[in-house]
């Protein structure tokens, strides 16, 4: 009998993003807490010869030959798989699309042969994103994304994720930076309540959020109106052009997307896993 699993690929979500500095090889350093929301693509899988079917609101533009990152995950853990692929987020939008969808089908590929996970750094050459993305819990970030590390509780939150239906790209962001050597964010401390978590998240940034608002001034009309909505927080994810609002209550998030939806935006309200 043909076993078959789903597996749920979350959207990630950089709360901070701080670029610390750039390798000889030009790969950017990084300092990142990660997030994940239960908002995402969703992701069939069985054994066998390996295809590609992707459907849903965003399938268009996805590639569904060896290029694509499931795929490739598959191919890395020597795993034959068939998959089919529901893709609910925009892409590619700051929000780890392709990188939970590849960790999505490792996380499957090994429950249904029975392997261990592989370490997360061993996902490295798939892009920087998938050591984080393979277990879709919150962690810190650190070198060029191989280095993941759990991180202290965080009090409930809420999230409203606007993207304007404008795709970015990430290496224009990155050279369009002007300084590579930027501050780290510094010791991750216990947060006694929600306000203080979010003030303290207030004083971190997003390195690659002015540039990418240079070269997407769209993203400056999103962060305006998610700013209107008075959200404890307001910032761009990875290299946008999606940008989010944080709320300490599904309600306040629920009226915020609300208020925030239009013609052209995608807009979706989630609570923070």
């Not at 997360?120 to 060029?144: E, F, H, K, N, Y």
Request: aromatic share 4%; net charge neutral; charged share 15%.
């Amino acid at each position: 009998m043909t076993i078959t699993t789903q597996e749920f690929a979350p959207a990630k979500i950089n709360l901070t993003l701080h670029v610390t500095g750039q390798r000889s090889d030009g790969y950017h350093m990084l300092d990142s807490l990660v997030v994940f929301a239960d908002v995402g693509d969703a992701l069939q899988v069985q054994l066998g010869a390996p295809s590609l079917c992707v459907v849903g609101p965003f399938a268009q533009g996805v590639p569904t030959g060896p290029e694509n990152s499931i795929l490739k995950a598959a191919q890395l853990l020597g795993i034959e798989g068939k998959f089919q692929l529901t893709k609910n987020l925009p892409h590619p939008a700051g929000i780890g699309g392709g990188s939970a969808d590849a960790a999505a089908a490792v996380r499957a590929l090994c429950r249904l042969t029975g392997k261990p996970l592989p370490a997360p750094a061993s996902l490295l050459p798939l892009g920087a994103d998938m050591p984080v993305c393979l277990s879709s819990c919150p962690q810190r970030m650190t070198s060029i994304g191989e280095d993941v590390a759990p991180v202290a509780p965080l009090h409930p939150m809420w999230v409203v994720l606007v993207n304007p239906g404008i795709p970015t790209a990430t290496g224009p962001i990155f050279n369009a930076l002007p300084t590579k050597d930027n501050l780290p964010m510094g010791p991750l401390p216990r947060f006694a309540s929600i306000d203080d978590q979010l003030a303290w998240l207030r004083e971190q940034r997003n390195d690659l959020q002015s540039p990418a608002q240079t070269l997407c001034p769209v993203i400056d009309e999103v962060l305006g109106a998610i700013t209107a909505t008075d959200a404890g927080l307001v910032r761009m994810s990875g290299s946008g052009a999606t940008c989010f609002g944080l709320y300490s209550s599904e309600t306040a998030a629920n009226t915020a997307a609300a208020r925030l939806r239009r013609p052209n935006w995608w807009t979706r309200a989630a609570k923070l896993l």
